[in-house]
C-alpha cells in the first residue's frame, strides 16, 4: 500500500506555516525600500549596476564584522569593542607597513609577499588576542559583556593614538586591491573582492554556526545559559570563543576598510560599531540570545546598505536631513521587528 502525494496546495501551505514573522519583517523592509528608491531616484538610476557595486563595496565591511558580532548576540552578550579593534587593526598593519623592514616612509620600496603577510598577519593576531582577553576576563570576573568590552574599546582606541601619533600610514596593496577591485562581470559591472570575501566570511561563519557541535552550543548558551550548564556545556568557553571570532572578524573588516580608503587614519570605523549592530538585530537576531542567524544577518547587512546608499541617491533629499531619515527609518524596522518578535514569543 503506498500513500497518497500530497497536495501542492497543502505543501505551500505547510512552507507558509513555518515562516517565522519576524522572518519576514526584514525580507518586506528591504523589498519596500528597493521599491521606494527605484521610484524616487531619477531615471531609476538605482537599478543601474553601478548602485549594486556601491552597495557591494559598502556593505562587505559591515557584513565581515556583523558576521562576529552575530556570535555575540545569539550567546546573549555584546561587544562594544569592535570599532575600536578594527581600528587597531589597521592602524598596526600600517605601522608595520612603513617600518624599514617593510616599506619604509609612506610605503613606497616594494616589499615581498612573506613580508606583507606578516604585516597583515600580526595585527590579526593581536585581535585575537584583545577577543580572548575579552572573553576571560567577562567570564573570569562575571562582569556584564558591555563593561568589560567599553573598557577594551578604550584601550584598543588608545593604542591606535599612541601606535600612530595620528598621523595617515600606507596599507599594503593587496588590501587595496581588496576594497577597490573586482572581477569584471560585464562592461558595467565588477563584482568586488571585497564582496566575495564577505561571502566567504559568511559561508564559513553559516556552516559552523548550523552544522557543527560548537554552533548548537552557541544557541543553547544564548537560549537558556544555566540549561546549557547544566547540560554540559561549557558556556563560559562558549562565551570566550564567540567574543574572540567578533575580534578577529572586526580586525579583518578594519584593514579591508583601510583598503578600501587607501591609507589608514583615526578618523575610520567611528560609526562601525552601532551600524554593525543594527544591521544584526535589523536581519532578526536576537539583542537577548538564541534566536538568529546569519541568513537574517545578510538581509540586515543588505537593508542597511540599501538605505544608505539609496538616500544618497534621492537628490530632493536635503543633504543635512539625510542622517535624520536614516535613523528614522530604522528606528521604524527595528520596532516593527521587536514587536513581530514578541508577537512570536
Known amino acids: 500500500m503506498t500513500n497518497s502525494p500530497e497536495q501542492p496546495n497543502s505543501v505551500i501551505a505547510r512552507l507558509l506555516r513555518r515562516i517565522e514573522p519576524q522572518a519576514i519583517a526584514p525580507m518586506a523592509s528591504l523589498a519596500v525600500l528597493i521599491l521606494f528608491f527605484a521610484l524616487a531616484t531619477p531615471a531609476g538610476t538605482f537599478l543601474k549596476p553601478a548602485t549594486l557595486v556601491q552597495i557591494f563595496k559598502q556593505g562587505s565591511v559591515l557584513a565581515i564584522v556583523s558576521v562576529g558580532l552575530t556570535y555575540v548576540l545569539l550567546c546573549a552578550e555584546i561587544d562594544l569593542a569592535v570599532g575600536m ?52 576576563l567577562t567570564v573570569w570576573s562575571r562582569l556584564p559583556s558591555f563593561i568589560i568590552s567599553l573598557a577594551m574599546m578604550n584601550i584598543a582606541d588608545g593604542m591606535s593614538r599612541w601606535l600612530t601619533k595620528s598621523e595617515k600610514l600606507a596599507v599594503p596593496p593587496i588590501l587595496k586591491t581588496i576594497g577597490n577591485r573586482g572581477i569584471e562581470l560585464t562592461d558595467r559591472f565588477e563584482l568586488p573582492y571585497s564582496a566575495l570575501l564577505a561571502a566567504a566570511v559568511f559561508l564559513i561563519g553559516h556552516v559552523v554556526l548550523r552544522h557543527t557541535r560548537f554552533g548548537r552550543y552557541v544557541y543553547m548558551t544564548g537560549g537558556n545559559r544555566e540549561a546549557a550548564r547544566l547540560a554540559g556545556v561549557r558556556t563560559g568557553r562558549i562565551v570566550i570563543a564567540c567574543l574572540a571570532i567578533s575580534a578577529v572578524t572586526a580586525g579583518l573588516g578594519g584593514l579591508v576598510n583601510a583598503g578600501r580608503l587607501n591609507s589608514v587614519s583615526l578618523d575610520q570605523n567611528a560609526d562601525l560599531l552601532l551600524s554593525a549592530v543594527a544591521c544584526v538585530v535589523l536581519g532578526g537576531t536576537s539583542l537577548f540570545g538564541g534566536s538568529g542567524g546569519m541568513g537574517r544577518t545578510v538581509i540586515g547587512v543588505l537593508t542597511f546598505s540599501v538605505l544608505k546608499v539609496g538616500l544618497n541617491q534621492v537628490v530632493w533629499i536635503n543633504d543635512l536631513a539625510r542622517p535624520l531619515l536614516m535613523g528614522l527609518v530604522l528606528l521604524v524596522a527595528l520596532v516593527v521587528n521587536g514587536l513581530l518578535s514578541k508577537e512570536k514569543t
Open 85 to 136: 579593534v578594527a581600528l587597531w587593526t589597521a592602524c598596526l598593519c600600517g605601522w608595520l607597513y612603513e617600518r624599514p623592514f617593510a616599506a619604509g616612509h609612506s610605503g613606497a620600496a616594494e616589499v615581498s609577499a612573506g613580508i606583507v603577510a606578516l604585516v597583515i598577519a600580526v595585527p590579526l593576531l593581536t585581535s585575537l588576542l584583545l577577543g580572548l582577553a575579552s572573553g576571560m
